[in-house]
């Protein structure tokens, strides 16, 4: 099993950039395949990026260009860093993982508590 924590999260004005951190714990394999999700309110949570085992990585068209995912395997960490942020992006961002490769869907077994981004105009 995995456990996942995220961190990262606050309050920022509309244009400026916050990185989004996921602390991986309780598993051995290397072949485990992550994402970021996120849930605005009063929406569905919908998947934003992936990325897989081998550092390829998938983004939600709405995302493209301002976020980035990226993971440290030494520190079995997972970051997102999000630039230019929008109010549209204000959201309780997930990080999710499992050893099969989910994409951006809901899939994934193993999820965090979250971490809540607020973006004022």
């Known amino acids: 099993q995995a456990q996942l924590v995220e961190s990262g999260g606050g309050s920022v004005q509309a244009g400026g950039s916050l990185r989004l951190s996921c602390a991986a714990s309780?598993?051995?394999?290397?072949?485990?395949?992550m994402a970021w999700f996120r849930r605005a309110p009063g929406k569905e949570r919908k998947g934003v990026a992936a990325?897989?085992?081998?550092?390829?990585?998938t983004y939600a068209d709405s995302v493209k260009g301002r976020f980035t995912i990226s993971q440290d395997n030494a520190k079995n960490t997972l970051y997102l860093q999000i630039n230019s942020l929008k109010p549209e992006d204000t959201a309780m961002y997930y990080c999710?993982?499992?050893?099969?490769?989910?994409?951006?869907?809901?899939?994934?077994?193993?999820w965090g508590q979250g971490t809540q981004v607020t973006v004022s105009s």
């Open positions: 309780g598993y051995t394999s290397s072949n485990i395949y």
């Open positions: 990325i897989d085992s081998d550092g390829i990585t």
């Open positions: 999710a993982a499992d050893f099969f490769d989910y994409g951006l869907t809901q899939q994934y077994n193993y």
